[in-house]
T-cell receptor, first 110, second 115 residues
């Protein structure tokens, strides 16, 4: 079964609104990462949060991690049309296996 | 540009063909990865090399054969593929010789179609 599962599967918002995506996972982790993918392209790393961290910011991105609930959220504030992409969470559990979820497809309408 | 390049970007091949995908990283990283991304499925890890040694092999069919001649180059040799192997194949690298699950840098992918 998947380690990371994103919710919602798809999200459509207006430009300027905030977008929140959630990720749940099943086992203990060393870190959790969020990646972005534009259609048919490679993934781009956004942010990494370690298991002993609770919140991290990078520009318009805010990531939270709740290890007791085994969940994380990615907030994009003041969204732009260029934020339209798929967003994936990925869990690092030790070793080389980083397990990716199925992703949330975000569509930001101009 | 992430510093990871992949060629070709698109490949169409018949089931009896033999082809190779190439990945090159210009980041000085120690670990390289092959992933398969099929429509509506999570990214699937296929192989991992660390310091040119294969450290992960995720039950991938033998019709996929990886090769890592040095820490900057990674190949995926393909032969007698099936139509269900059609997918986006992504290469990634990381500065992670100890396997801590750190940030990976992805190439743009090769879109493979098997007829």
């Amino acid at each position: 079964s998947q380690q990371g599962e994103e919710d919602p599967q798809a999200l459509s918002i207006q430009e300027g609104e905030n977008a929140t995506m959630n990720c749940s996972y099943k086992t203990s982790i060393n870190n959790l990462q969020w990646y972005r993918q534009n259609s048919g392209r490679g993934l781009v790393h956004l942010i990494l949060i370690r298991s002993n961290e609770r919140e991290k910011h990078s520009g318009r991105l805010r990531v939270t991690l709740d290890t007791s609930k085994k969940s994380s959220s990615l907030l994009i504030t003041a969204s732009r049309a260029a934020d339209t992409a798929s967003y994936f969470c990925a869990t690092g559990t030790g070793g080389f296996k980083t397990i990716f979820g199925a992703g949330t497809r975000l569509f930001v309408k101009a | 540009e992430t510093g990871v390049t992949q060629t070709p970007r698109h490949l169409v091949m018949g089931m009896t063909n033999k082809k190779s995908l190439k990945c090159e990283q210009h980041l000085g990283h120690n670990a390289m990865y092959w992933y398969k991304q099929s429509a509506k499925k999570p990214l699937e890890l296929m192989f991992v090399y660390s310091l040119e040694e294969r450290v992960e092999n995720n039950s991938v069919p033998s019709r996929f054969s990886p090769e890592c001649p040095n820490s900057s180059h990674l190949f995926l040799h393909l032969h007698t593929l099936q139509p269900e192997d059609s997918a986006l194949y992504l290469c990634a690298s990381s500065q992670d010789p100890a396997g801590r699950g750190d940030t990976q840098y992805f190439g743009p992918g090769t879109r493979l179609t098997v007829l």
